[in-house]
């Protein structure tokens, strides 16, 4: 996709303030660029929550438009109640392109199932506590906290952290299925577009920019740069 078209496309970014940190939004609204432009910015909470403070000094910095939900009923959140609502119309509204939900908060799963079955990529920023029910339901999923630490550091970068098994194992789960030449290597964007069909995983997560890198760093892969891209081959 052209830089053109990926910057006339409209995303919404909703975030749950009760369970996201102010200090992940620059990155957040970074990652979003691979969809488009954020155009629509909204914040769900209970401004009289000393809390939220944090969200209340940079909204209009970010120009981000406040949505407030009064606690009416101890143990009942409204928020997620008017968030989901807010989403579903500008889904229905046929004006955006693509989502981002910043919230750690299971209670989101189904409407990020839901934005996904419209065809609408939907990408999740959340921490490491993020039940895996809300990851996997959306296109993507990134651990924003891991993202803001490394943005932060001032001294050498420090080793990425490790890639899981079990993401290797998709990787190799994909590559088999992948479309392979006469010497075993099959196409990168393949790859991950089968991989994502199973996973939403994200190579920032594990301090890479982009897949290529990721597999590149793995030495279960061997990759090979060509006209056409960047293929791949499953070693062991």
Known sequence: ???????????????DADNASPKSLEAALTILGDLGTVNVRRIYGNWAKPGLKGWSKIVHRYAIEPQQQFDLTKGKNA???????DA????????????????????????????????????????ARTPEAFRQACTRFIDID???????????????????????????????????????????????QRAANRSSFDARSYGFSRLSELVQSLPNFATQKRESGLFVKRLR
Request: proline content about 5%; cysteine-free.
């Open 1 to 15: 996709m052209s830089n053109k078209i990926r910057q006339n496309r409209n995303i919404a970014l909703l975030i």
């Open 146 to 192: 891991q993202i803001a630490e490394e943005e932060d550091e001032d001294v050498t970068p420090t080793p990425a952290p490790q890639v899981e098994d079990e993401v290797v194992k998709l990787l190799g789960d994909a590559w088999r299925a992948s479309k392979r030449d006469d010497e075993g290597y099959a196409s990168l964007s393949e790859l991950g």
């Open 88 to 127: 579903m119309d500008l889904l229905y509204g046929g004006h955006v392109d693509g989502f981002g939900l910043m919230t750690s908060d299971s209670d989101f799963m189904p409407l990020a199932m839901r934005i996904r079955q419209n065809g609408t990529p939907v990408y999740g920023f959340g921490t």
């Open 79 to 85: 928020t997620d109640m008017k968030m989901t609502i």
